[in-house]
């Protein structure tokens, strides 16, 4: 049974639209499959380790082939942990709402300490950069506070879908599908609640598949 890794990116808790849009969909997926292996992960409470100086000098050091201090590689081992536990997964659900066009800088944080070569990617010159975390399926509930059509000028605004998605394909995952609410704010709670029952209806069809 495939072990699948749920990524909270709000801190709303149940007032966020993209977590109870994401927990639809957890919800239909575990009543698809009973017994399934379901890891809730909220990046606004986890201990996600720095990613500062000792962590960025081991990181460098390993890159180039140079010894790690003591204190190096003890930063080093809070970040191999947490890519061990989200390689361990083969699903992925995220929760992501729109900050500043962006996604919330607790999430960019995760990634940052997740996107590392030779654990989540490579680079060879011959072959430029491969992903290493291959074979995996992905579902994220997107929500922003405004509305971002494709073909309009606002979707040249978001920063967090072509983001999440092109930083998830670097690390090597292609099965990728989402849900946007929006806007959940900007036409006021009546249309926020209408697009988030659709979108939570939309999701739940989309987890019997997943
Ligand atoms: C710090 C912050 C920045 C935000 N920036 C944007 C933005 O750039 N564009 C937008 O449409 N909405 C923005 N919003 C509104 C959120 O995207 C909206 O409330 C969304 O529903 C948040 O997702 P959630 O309900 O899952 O927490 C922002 C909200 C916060 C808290």
Request: charged share 30%; proline share 6%; aromatic share 12%.
């Given at each position: 049974m495939s072990k699948l890794l749920y990524i909270q990116a709000?801190?709303?808790?149940?007032?966020?639209y993209s977590r109870k849009v994401a927990d639809s969909f957890v919800e239909a997926y575990r009543e698809k499959h009973r017994g399934a292996e379901i890891l809730t992960v909220d990046i606004f409470k986890k201990d996600l380790p720095p990613f500062d100086g000792e962590a960025l000098n081991a990181k460098y050091r390993i890159l180039h082939g140079e010894k790690l201090t003591e204190a190096e590689r003890k930063s080093w081992r809070a970040v191999e942990a947490l890519i061990a536990e989200f390689t361990a997964a083969e699903k992925y659900v995220f929760a992501v709402p729109m900050w500043n066009f962006g996604i919330p800088y607790r999430l960019k944080q995760y990634l940052d300490i997740l996107v590392q070569p030779t654990y989540t990617f490579s680079y060879t010159p011959e072959e430029g950069y491969k992903g290493l975390v291959t074979d995996r399926s992905v579902f994220v509930a997107y929500a922003r506070g405004g509305a971002y059509p494709a073909?309009?000028?606002?979707?040249?605004?978001?920063?967090q879908k072509p983001y999440l998605e092109t930083i998830l394909g670097f690390m090597g995952m292609s099965d990728i599908h989402s849900v946007v609410v929006e806007p959940t704010l900007q036409e006021g709670p009546d249309t926020g609640k209408v697009k988030r029952d659709e979108a939570i209806a939309k999701a739940r069809e989309m987890a019997v598949r997943f």
């Open positions: 709000s801190p709303r808790a149940d007032r966020s073909g309009t000028d606002a979707a040249g605004y978001d920063f």
